[in-house]
């Protein structure tokens, strides 16, 4: 699109950098919703795109796309954001049937999971991300009377520093199981970062605990600078993904957590497009190649 701003990196909310891809996925879930084989429900999504200037112009249904599925975007690029959703909600879900009393989500953007899914009354949901994207969610949920369905405890912090005091500050109790999440998050943190983030998870987690997140596997995530999911990105909605990725050396967080004796499994998104029938599947030059799902459990004792 001619006339985008130069991409700022430097933004706390969600009008710029980092927070502006908390309105992306919100964008993709408002289209995934409103499909007939919709894989996930989000009925505040596209509450969050209308509010937002940054994102103005931009789809909530596949109808309003000129190219529909056609688009690398708002076709293939959102049905993945959807299909995360229902994989994720399935596992955290799953992890609070067997043991989990509370959720984290990292790097939460506008995740309304406290709000859409059924969980148990004693269950409790902390949304960590940064102060200025938690704000705006807070402001859209409020004008919206939205209530959780759940207690739920906004953890205002930034995941490049120490947050674990913000966490437990917050009420989270290093004793009763829990489940972590850290969706489309970690390709956003510098190595060290991801390596402390998994150390402390395994360290505030009792036996029963859980956590999934996503990786990208790519030694070279610039190869696929020209695919069609990054360049229609950078080029219709001015979000350049690439420059917001960190491009330093990533730990190997599945082998860490295995190394502390957690049992854990990676998986393809394209393994559950397969399975669910719905979904993007591989094609040349591909952005989504390198990416997994990996799930993670700490034995009960
Ligand atoms: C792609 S969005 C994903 C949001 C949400 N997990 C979802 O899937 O809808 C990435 C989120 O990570 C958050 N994030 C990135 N870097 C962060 C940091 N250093 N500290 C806290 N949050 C961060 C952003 O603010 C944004 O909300």
């Not at 985008?4 to 879930?29: F, H, K, M, N, Y």
């Not at 299909?83 to 309304?112: E, H, K, P, Y």
Request: aromatic share 8%; hydrophobic share 45%.
């Amino acid at each position: 699109m001619a006339g985008l701003a130069p991409q700022r990196t430097d933004v706390d909310g969600v009008e710029g950098g980092v927070g502006l891809t908390a309105l992306l996925v919100a964008a993709a879930r408002a289209v995934e919703t409103h499909r007939h084989d919709s894989l996930a429900q989000d009925a505040y999504a596209e509450h969050f795109v209308r509010a937002a200037p940054a994102c103005a112009g931009w789809p909530v249904r596949i109808e309003q796309v000129p190219d529909g599925d056609d688009s690398p975007l708002w076709g293939r690029f959102a049905r993945y954001f959807g299909l995360r959703t229902r994989v994720l909600d399935d596992f955290l879900l799953g992890s609070v049937r067997a043991d989990a009393r509370q959720v984290v989500l990292l790097g939460a953007g506008l995740d309304t999971r406290a709000f859409r899914l059924d969980w148990p009354s004693d269950l409790v949901v902390f949304e960590v991300d940064r102060a200025g994207v938690l704000a705006f969610k807070q402001r859209v949920l409020t004008d919206l009377s939205a209530s959780p369905k759940v207690k739920r405890v906004a953890v205002p912090v930034d995941l490049r520093a120490g947050w674990v005091t913000a966490l437990t500050r917050a009420g989270f109790d290093a004793a009763v199981p829990s489940v972590w999440l850290a969706e489309g998050l970690l390709f956003y943190l510098p190595g060290p970062a991801e390596t402390y983030l998994i150390d402390t998870v395994d360290r505030l987690t009792a036996g029963g605990s859980a956590l999934a997140f996503e990786a990208k596997l790519e030694k070279d995530l610039l190869a696929y600078h020209d695919s069609p999911i990054y360049t229609v990105t950078r080029e219709e909605i001015g979000i350049d993904l690439l420059r917001l990725f960190d491009k330093g050396p990533r730990p190997d967080s599945a082998g860490d957590l295995a190394a502390k004796g957690w049992s854990t499994s990676m998986h393809t998104p394209f393994d559950f497009t397969r399975r669910l029938r719905r979904g993007p599947l591989p094609e040349p030059n591909d952005a989504l190649e390198g990416n997994r799902w990996v799930f993670a459990h700490k034995p009960r004792p």
